[in-house]
């Protein structure tokens, strides 16, 4: 059982930074974790994920250069940094978990068994 908890979201304006945090009971059991978003009205949509085991890193095309995702192994928690905020990047940003594949997998299909509540993210112009 995998728990997750996100904070670190808030409001800033267009070119503002912030950081999101995702702590993970159960971090030695995943072995992909990765941060999505949905904004009022769309669809949620795969923002960047990371292998537990490797390292790899997966990134949507919308926030390559921007976004950095890593992890903390010894503190069980993931990590979203975001550069450059634009409006459109105002969303519902939520942590997931994989235990049974690995990211190539997980990322392409987007299938992660364990879902965190969600931090909001706005960004004002």
């Known amino acids: 059982q995998v728990q997750l908890v996100e904070s670190g979201g808030g409001s800033v304006q267009a070119g503002g930074s912030l950081r999101l945090s995702c702590t993970a009971s159960g971090y030695s059991s995943t072995y992909c974790l990765g941060w999505f978003r949905q904004a009022p009205g769309k669809e949620r949509e795969k923002v960047a994920a990371?292998?537990?085991?490797?390292?790899?890193?997966y990134y949507a095309d919308s926030v390559k250069g921007r976004f950095t995702i890593s992890q903390d192994n010894a503190k069980g928690t993931l990590y979203l940094q975001m550069n450059s905020l634009k409006p459109e990047d105002t969303a519902m940003y939520y942590c997931a978990a994989d235990t049974e594949y690995d990211c190539p997998l997980s990322w392409r299909s987007t299938r992660f068994n364990y879902w965190g509540l969600g931090t909001q993210v706005t960004v004002s112009s």
């Open positions: 990371i292998s537990t085991r490797g390292g790899s890193t």
